[in-house]
C-alpha cells in the first residue's frame, strides 16, 4: 500500500473521503497567485478561461476513470499508458510525471524560502537569500523520510489553519473594496492565465487511489468527482473575485505591479489594508498555503518513485531517495530568476496538458477503437468529442511552447 493510500485509508470505500481526496489535492499554492494572473485580463474575461479550463480538466478526469474502470487490475496511470498505449505511452507518462511534479517543487521553494527569510528576519536575523529555500527543503526531506504518518498529523494541522486564515481574509477589507476593479477588460491577456488554472486541477494522479477506495463503480465515482472537483472550484472562485475587488489592476500597488514582481496575492492585499491583522493572517495563509501543497506533492513523488524501483532497495535507500527531490529542486529554485512563475507555466501549460490532456484521450481512443473495449464510457460523442478535446489541449500546448520559445510574447 502506498503512502497516500495509507495517508486516507480511514475513509476507505467512503465518497466523503474521495470528496476529501480531491478538493485537499487541489486546495493550495494555486491561491496564492491565481488572482494576479486572473486579475491581468479582468474578472470577465479570466473568468471564461477559468470555467473553460475546469470544464477541460473535469473532461479529461472522467476520461482516466474510464481506463481505470476498464482495466480494474491496472493502478497507475503508467501501467494504464502502457496497457492501452504501449512502451511509448508509459514512457512519456514517467517522463512528464517527474518534469511536472520537479517544477512544482522548484515553485514552491521559491516562495517558500522567501516566507522562510521573512520569519527569520522578524527574529531579527538576517539571513543569506538561499537559507530559507535550504531550511523548508530539509525540514521537507525529513518529514517525507519519516513517512505518511508523521506528514498526515503535520498536514491535518496545516490545512485547518489554511481554512481558518482564508475566511478570516475573505470577510476582511470590506471597507477598501472597489466593485467597479471587476469590470476592466483586457481579453489579450486572458490566455496568460490557462497554466495556472490547469495546474490548480491537476489531481488526476488520485483518481487511481479514488478507484480503490470507492471500488468499479461509477455512479459513485461520479459523484465523488464532481462534488470534489467543485469545492475547489468555488473556493478559488470567491478568492479570486474577493482580491480583484480589493487590489486594482493597475499602478503602483496593482495586480500588473505585483505579477511583474512575482508577488502573492497577499502582498498588494497587505499594502492596501495596512492592517496589522490582516498582514498576521495572510503571512500564515501563504505559508499553509505552501506548506500543504509541498508536502502533498513530495509525497506524491516519492510514491511515483517508489512504485518505479525495487521495494528492498527503496526502504534501504529511503532518505537518499527523499533528499534527491529536494537537492535538484532547491538548487534550480535558487539559482535561475523568476523561476516561481517560469515553474508553474511550464508544469501548467505544458507537461500538465500533456500528462493529463492529450495522453489520456489517446488511452482511450485506443481503448475504445483499437482494442475494441467499449466499457465504463462517461464521455458522450464519441471520436468527434475526443477529436475536440484533443485538439484544445494540442493548442493549448502548441501556445505556451511558442510562449516559452519566445516566439510569442504577450503584451503585458
Keep these: 500500500m ?58 479529461t478526469a472522467f476520461l482516466i476513470l474510464e481506463v481505470l474502470l476498464a482495466y480494474p487490475e491496472k493502478k497507475h496511470l503508467i501501467t494504464l499508458a502502457e496497457k492501452t498505449i504501449g512502451s511509448w505511452g508509459k514512457i512519456v507518462i514517467y517522463i512528464t510525471f517527474l518534469f511536472q511534479f520537479y ?8 516562495k517558500g524560502g522567501e516566507m522562510v527569510n521573512e520569519f527569520l528576519i522578524g527574529l531579527g536575523i538576517k539571513p543569506l537569500f538561499w537559507i530559507g529555500a535550504l531550511l523548508l527543503g530539509l525540514v521537507s526531506t525529513f518529514l517525507i523520510y519519516l513517512g505518511a504518518k508523521f ?21 476582511t477589507g470590506s471597507g477598501i473594496k472597489h466593485p467597479e476593479y471587476l469590470d476592466y477588460q483586457r481579453w489579450d491577456l486572458a490566455f496568460v492565465a490557462i497554466p495556472f488554472f490547469v495546474i490548480a486541477f491537476g489531481f488526476h494522479n488520485m483518481l487511481p487511489t479514488i478507484k480503490n477506495y470507492l471500488g ?9 468527482l464532481l462534488i470534489g472537483a467543485l469545492i475547489p472550484f468555488v473556493i478559488y472562485f470567491l478568492w479570486i473575485r474577493h482580491t480583484l475587488k480589493i487590489v486594482p489592476p493597475t499602478g ?7 505579477y511583474k514582481l512575482e508577488q502573492l496575492s497577499t502582498k498588494p492585499i497587505v499594502v492596501l489594508t495596512n492592517n496589522k491583522n490582516v498582514t498576521f493572517w495572510a503571512y ?14 513530495a509525497l506524491s513523488l516519492l510514491d511515483f518513485i517508489a512504485d518505479g524501483i525495487n521495494r528492498t532497495k527503496w526502504h534501504s535507500h529511503r532518505f537518499l531517495i527523499s533528499a534527491a527531490i529536494f537537492l535538484p529542486t532547491f538548487i534550480f529554485s535558487q539559482t535561475i530568476s523568476h523561476i ?31 482494442l475494441n473495449n467499449q466499457k465504463s464510457q462517461f464521455i458522450p460523442g464519441g471520436k468527434v468529442m475526443l ?3 484533443f485538439l484544445v489541449a494540442s493548442g493549448v500546448l502548441i501556445y505556451e511552447v511558442l510562449k516559452n520559445l519566445g516566439l510569442i510574447s504577450p503584451l503585458i
Design 151 to 171: 506528514v498526515d498529523q503535520f498536514n491535518r494541522i496545516c490545512m485547518i489553519s489554511l481554512f481558518v486564515t482564508y475566511f478570516y481574509l475573505l470577510t
Design 284 to 297: 500564515y495563509f501563504t505559508f499553509f498555503a505552501i506548506a500543504t501543497s509541498l508536502f502533498a506533492v
Design 387 to 389: 477529436s475536440i478535446i
Design 103 to 110: 517544477c512544482i517543487i522548484i515553485a514552491y521553494l521559491d
Design 340 to 370: 516561481f512563475v517560469r515553474a508553474l507555466e511550464f508544469a501548467g501549460g505544458i507537461t500538465t496538458i500533456i500528462l493529463f490532456g492529450i495522453m489520456p484521450v489517446i488511452m482511450v481512443w485506443k481503448k475504445r477503437y483499437y
Design 2 to 59: 502506498s503512502s497516500l493510500t495509507q495517508f486516507f485509508s480511514r475513509f476507505k470505500g467512503s465518497v466523503f473521503g474521495a470528496i476529501l481526496l480531491i478538493s485537499g489535492c487541489s486546495i493550495g499554492v494555486g491561491m496564492l497567485f491565481m488572482p494576479i494572473v486572473a486579475g491581468l485580463s479582468g474578472f470577465i474575461p479570466s473568468n471564461v478561461i477559468f470555467v473553460s479550463c475546469w470544464l477541460f480538466m473535469m473532461s
Design 252 to 258: 503602483e500597488v496593482s495586480i500588473l505591479t505585483s
Design 216 to 224: 468499479p463503480n461509477k455512479k459513485r465515482l461520479s459523484i465523488a
